[in-house]
């Protein structure tokens, strides 16, 4: 991924939420991350091919470059496919982390057709739901975690003030998604929250991530 999957150490909140489920699993994970990479840049620059090739890893997630969903869907799908036959070559299951809209306030929405977040994120999941279909793997609905979020808590700051990044509402939303959809494990069981977050506001990200997560 870039830093949608960097910032905030979303790898190291998907293992934090393992270990404090009961019944969960013991996760080791790493993560290959740039700013503004896409699935072609990690194919491109190889250190992303040659760490699946080595194999050892259950599952490889693919998370690409935020609007490639929207503004060149055919790149996506064909450097999905490369990175995808690589991680199954060496064992891996693949898993496709859906991104989010960005905020409506977001300069995108001036500067390109796309009107507001509803209308990004409907391109965005018929990209990742596509390219899902095409591979055979399972989409992390993040996506629609966040939009549903927006929707139901508006009192949680998911996006950074530049209106794409991750804050740490939203990196942790991200995370109980990924979570579930990596061990099939409802994030309800996970007690871990961030230092920062209040245990009503972790409480109310893990439910309506396993709400998301069941209505798939």
Known sequence: GNSYTRFNDLAGLVSRLARSDPGGPRLRTAVEAAPGRS???HWEHRRSRNRI???GWDDVVLQ????????APHEMFEYGRLLSE???ASGARVILFETWARQEQSQ???????????????RVEAAYTELGRLLDAPVAPVGRAWLRAVEEMPGTRLHRSDGTHPAVAGSYLSACVLY???SG???RQAGYRPR????VRARQIRELAARVLESR
């Open 39 to 41: 699935l072609r840049g």
């Open 53 to 55: 090739a080595r194999g």
């Open 64 to 71: 690409e470059q935020s609007l490639n969903a929207i503004e």
């Open 86 to 88: 690589s991680a199954r």
């Open 108 to 122: 995108v929405y001036e500067e390109s057709a796309i009107r507001d977040p509803e209308q990004m994120f409907s």
């Open 180 to 182: 579930g959809t990596l």
């Open 185 to 187: 494990r409802d994030p």
């Open 196 to 199: 920062s977050m209040r245990e």
